[in-house]
């Protein structure tokens, strides 16, 4: 999957609507939507990203598509990405490696699956269909787990890397996910990030979690800690420079905030890069 890079961005989140409308910060490179959003939205949010798409290029960032569920792919959701990603001229789409529920049943968590390849069986005709559906390749996020299957014969980055091999489909590479998914279970976070194939990668995450001593929660709702920047450093000295954006979800801060963590971001790309040259 071939995909632009297009530097650092932020979250397009209700509290900063009128930041981006009336000031359009150039600080920010691009916007990423919550595809469930807007998909179903009043033609006036449309009207809205349409104005910012003047601006930012978007890409649209699902938690919904249920990738891993046994149920049948929901075509009228597939149908409705596709308007607004067309709509809007998305760079590109992703969701989440999971599941979300099951019997139509919509738990509103994103659930992990087994890395087995019976699943991988099941994973990819579906990952193929919705390409097909979407017109244009999948990105799929590692999402933070907090338990593992015992009947597992693969490990979390074997299993993304057969997905891209086998569908084309990119890796939107969450970094404070390995580094939670990485505490909860006891992997090696610098492992992992070294299993994933470069030319898979098409997105980077950080944001910050809930630390409960014993695990971790993927929570959005705090600054990135210093060991995920470190983890970050990591990953661009070993893999490649890709879009990179702020995740903060919950307990939203003032627009300043969000644009001080995406500075700290571009000044360790920026350092790296010196270091390079």
Not at 47 to 66: I, N, Q, T
Not at 97 to 126: F, Q, S, W
Not at 239 to 251: C, R
């Amino acid at each position: 999957m071939k995909a632009p890079d297009l530097g650092f961005g932020l979250g397009l989140r209700a509290p900063h609507y009128e930041t981006f409308l009336d000031e359009r910060p150039k600080s920010v490179g691009w916007l990423e939507i919550i595809s469930e959003n807007y998909i179903h939205a009043h033609p006036g949010y449309w009207k809205m990203l349409a104005d910012l798409r003047h601006d930012y290029p978007f890409v649209m960032h699902g938690v919904s598509l249920s990738i891993g569920s046994t149920d049948a792919l929901d075509a009228d959701y597939l149908k409705s990405l596709r308007k607004l990603a067309d709509y809007l001229e998305v760079a590109w789409i992703s969701d989440h490696l999971c599941y979300t529920g099951v019997n139509k049943e919509n738990t509103h968590d994103l659930l992990p699956i087994p890395y087995t390849e019976e699943a991988l069986k099941h994973l990819i005709p579906r990952i193929h269909k919705v390409q097909e559906a979407l017109g244009r390749n999948l990105v799929f996020e590692n999402a933070s787990s907090y338990l593992e299957f015992n009947g597992s014969t693969l490990s979390e980055p074997e299993f993304l890397q057969a997905l891209h091999k086998a569908t084309g489909c990119g890796i939107l590479l969450d970094v404070n996910n390995v580094y939670v998914s990485s505490f909860n279970h006891g992997w090696d976070a610098k492992a992992y990030i070294d299993a994933i194939p470069t030319d898979a990668i098409v997105q980077y995450h950080l944001a910050g979690h809930t630390n409960k001593e014993t695990h971790l929660i993927d929570t959005h709702n705090a600054p990135v800690i210093d060991a995920v920047w470190e983890l970050y450093r990591y990953t661009l000295r070993t893999k490649d420079f890709k879009s990179t954006m702020i995740e903060w979800d919950a307990d939203i801060p003032a627009f300043e905030v969000l644009e001080a963590e995406l500075g700290k971001a571009k000044a360790v790309a920026q350092s790296l890069k010196e270091k390079a040259a």
